[in-house]
C-alpha cells in the first residue's frame, strides 16, 4: 500500500502562484511514476502532468502547459505541482495519484494504482 497526502491548495488571486505537494508513505516512492489530476466543480476529475520515477516529466495536459511544473524528490518521499499564472479556470480539488508501472497511457485515470484525498485550489478573478 502507498499512502499519499496533499497539502498546500489554498485561495489565491488569478495570476498569482501556489506549489501543492503530495507526500507518500508506504512502498518504496522511487518505484513510481507519479500524476497530478484535477477535479472542476460539475466536472470530471482530469489530467494534469505526470512525472516518471526518476524525475522526467512525462507531459502536461494542454491547459496548463508553461504555467505549471510538476517535480519530485526522492529523498522527502514527495511530488510538487508548481503552478503559476493562475487562472479562475484552474479552481479544482487537485489530486496526486501513483503508478507501478504508467507506460505510455498516463492521462487515464484506470493506470494509478494509488490517490490521495485531495487539496482544494480555489483561483479568485
Known amino acids: 500500500q502507498v499512502q499519499l497526502v496533499e497539502s498546500g491548495g489554498g485561495l489565491v488571486q488569478a495570476g498569482g502562484s501556489l506549489r501543492v505537494s503530495c507526500v507518500a508513505s508506504?512502498?518504496?516512492?522511487?518505484?513510481?511514476?507519479m500524476g497530478w489530476f484535477r477535479r472542476a466543480p460539475g466536472k470530471e476529475r482530469e489530467f494534469v502532468a505526470a512525472i516518471t520515477w526518476n524525475g522526467s516529466p512525462i507531459n502536461y495536459a494542454d491547459s496548463v502547459k508553461g504555467r505549471f511544473t510538476i517535480s519530485r524528490d526522492n529523498t522527502k518521499n514527495t511530488v510538487y505541482l508548481q503552478m503559476n499564472s493562475l487562472k479562475p479556470e484552474d479552481t479544482a480539488v487537485y489530486y496526486c495519484?501513483?503508478?507501478?508501472?504508467?507506460?505510455?497511457?498516463?492521462?487515464?485515470?484506470?493506470?494509478?494504482?494509488?490517490w490521495g484525498q485531495g487539496t482544494q485550489v480555489t483561483v479568485s478573478s
Open positions: 495519484a501513483a503508478a507501478y508501472y504508467l507506460g505510455s497511457r498516463y492521462e487515464e485515470r484506470g493506470r494509478y494504482d494509488y
Open positions: 508506504g512502498r518504496t516512492f522511487s518505484n513510481y511514476a
